[in-house]
């Protein structure tokens, strides 16, 4: 590895950037004037950015614009990789280690916030994005999920000129994701605080007293400072499990996460809205709720609303309930339907095995990613909305078409919605469905349940029901055919990894180009149909509903997980009992 003095540079860059970064911060001044203190920190925060694109724009190698970063992603604090093979019982002890370590951190709340005036801009993606309102794991996976999705994007439309089989290529492209997952932790963090995570007065009271004028920015400092520590421990855990441990640790938090929240869903017994238990504030849990329906309703009364109430009506309906259950038994179905290729052993006669094309073969990934971009521009468009500096935004501000909210609290409570809630816009038709009642029986009866529409058109309630499910499925199968790329899982590298095991298909010459050919028949095709599985299960989920508000993608994501999770564990003990079959797969 090249060291810093050895990296081909070409410095005329710096000029033109240190005068436009400059320029930048004049213009803030001029804009907004800000006090000593916060323009000491946009001018850091330029600092930042544009020594980023200086790095980048100066390498002068013959190689991608990312070697230019080394000095940066060659010194970041990372986890050791295990030097040789690390035993079961290590794995789990690290494995079990950071998910109790990520309940723990859901229920450290953030110092300084006032609690009662979170308003939650993930609301309907928190199960996906694995994090907790309020807390350490506010922002939960996003800032890593939104970073992979762009060096995804930028490298399958060949924005960045990487060959991830190439090993040196390989690292600087996973050396950029994480510089890219730091820089979307300040992205989203930062505009969270100003409005969305109030200081308490406290807080603010004893900052201002220490430096008079600056109480309030030096106690959004220290919130948006714990919102990075938290999310980069997130980082820290997800490497720790992925080295050290079994599987994903993404995947572990989101697993965790919707596990919760479908217990929840599934046997709360208190009822969702403060108060007493009665017909209209019932038990939030979907069991208890029916108990309570059966056992203080009548006869008539079932027949006069209480059915509807027990297997439609929100929180957790018996709908809902049915429809997760369906979910695991589909998704299962889906994991365990595969084609498979048979092999030979090109010398060893006799010695035949199979190579498993799985139905789902670009695994769950691609749909945490779509659900992860949805998050954003659900985030994005409430700050464009209500953000009293965003607003402002030139083109973009506070435009209806881009997504329009309630006006404040009152307003989204008397419509029976969150401020969260998109009333209208691009971001009211690419936000989550919330179950059938949200739009068939609106649909099907719009002067008796016409309330559930919000102020639209059952017209536009069904257009949003069809443009969420096509955008679901179209951007499932774009971002499967981006991980096939960017994971070696593709015809030509399965081909090579076929043919360095010394295996062959039979009736076909030992030649990557023949075996490239063939698979060439199969994976492009699967990999659309995994896209569009994944995609059309968890949308649909979302359109019949699913216990614990833990959405369709989180219920589909925590299937796969599960599963992966079992077989990877199988896989585990089976190296440790064979040391043969541990260096064939790559165990050590």
Avoid at 62 to 79: D, Q, V
């Amino acid at each position: 590895m090249a060291s810093d003095d050895e990296i081909p540079r070409n410095w005329s860059w710096a000029l033109p950037l240190a005068i436009l970064g400059a320029l930048f911060l004049f213009l803030f001044w001029f804009w907004s004037h800000p006090t000593p203190v916060a323009l000491a920190l946009a001018g850091f925060a330029l600092f930042c950015i544009f020594g980023l694109l200086l790095l980048g724009l100066s390498y002068n190698g013959t190689k991608s614009k990312l070697y230019g970063w080394k000095p940066i992603t060659t010194r970041m604090p990372a986890i050791a990789k295990a030097g040789g093979h690390v035993h079961f019982r290590t794995k789990m002890f690290w494995t079990i280690s950071v998910l109790l370590m990520y309940f723990l951190l859901t229920n450290v709340f953030l110092y300084g916030v006032d609690q009662a005036s979170v308003i939650d801009l993930f609301a309907s993606y928190r199960a996906i994005l694995a994090g907790a309102q309020g807390s350490l794991m506010h922002l939960g996976i996003g800032p890593i999920v939104t970073g992979s999705i762009i060096m995804q994007l930028f490298t399958g439309a060949k924005i960045i000129n990487l060959d991830l089989t190439d090993d040196e290529d390989k690292g600087t492209y996973q050396g950029a994701q994480k510089v890219m997952v730091i820089a979307m932790i300040f992205v989203e963090a930062i505009p969270q605080v100003f409005g969305y995570l109030t200081p308490s007065s406290s807080i603010v009271s004893s900052f201002g007293a220490a430096s008079p004028g600056n109480g309030l920015l030096l106690a959004q400092i220290v919130i948006i400072a714990q919102l990075v520590f938290g999310s980069y421990l997130v980082f820290l855990m997800d490497e720790v499990v992925s080295k050290w441990g079994i599987g994903s640790g993404i995947s572990l938090f989101i697993a965790a996460g919707v596990s919760q929240q479908i217990i929840q869903g599934t046997l709360n017994w208190v009822p969702a809205s403060p108060g007493p238990v009665t017909a209209t504030n019932p038990p939030a849990g979907t069991i208890p709720k029916t108990i309570y329906f059966f056992t203080h309703t009548n006869a008539a009364g079932l027949a006069g609303g209480g059915w509807e109430q027990i297997l439609l009506h929100q929180p957790n309906p018996v709908i809902a309930l049915i429809g997760t259950a369906a979910i695991f038994f589909l998704v299962a179905w889906t994991e365990s339907t595969r084609i498979e290729l048979p092999l030979s052993h090109a010398e060893a006669r006799g010695a035949r095995g199979r190579y498993p094309l799985r139905l789902i073969y670009a695994s769950n990934i691609p749909v945490i990613l779509m659900a992860a971009l949805l998050a954003n521009v659900s985030m994005f468009t409430i700050l464009l909305w209500t953000n009293p500096t965003l607003s402002h935004f030139p083109l973009l501000g506070h435009k209806w078409w881009l997504g329009s909210y309630p006006a404040n609290a009152a307003a989204a409570s008397s419509l029976g919605i969150s401020q969260t809630t998109p009333m209208g816009g691009v971001a009211y038709y690419l936000s989550t469905v919330n179950g059938l009642e949200s739009w068939l029986l609106p649909i099907l009866n719009p002067q008796l349940y016409g309330t559930f529409l919000v102020g639209h058109q059952w017209w536009q309630d069904l257009a949003h029901v069809a443009i969420y499910f096509s955008v679901m499925v179209g951007g499932s199968i774009l971002f499967a055919k981006f991980w096939i790329q960017t994971t070696n899982m593709g015809p030509e590298a399965v081909a090579r990894q076929i043919e360095a095991s010394g295996m062959q298909i039979p009736g076909f010459r030992r030649e990557p180009r023949v075996l490239r050919r063939v698979l060439a028949r199969y994976i492009p095709v699967i990999t659309v149909i995994s896209g569009a599985a994944v995609g059309a299960l968890a949308a649909g989920a979302d359109l019949i509903g699913t216990v614990g508000n833990a959405s369709g993608t989180g219920v589909l994501l925590t299937v796969g997980i599960i599963i992966n999770l079992y077989e990877a564990m199988g896989r585990e003990q089976l190296m440790e009992m064979n040391p043969l079959l541990r260096r064939f797969l790559g165990g050590e």
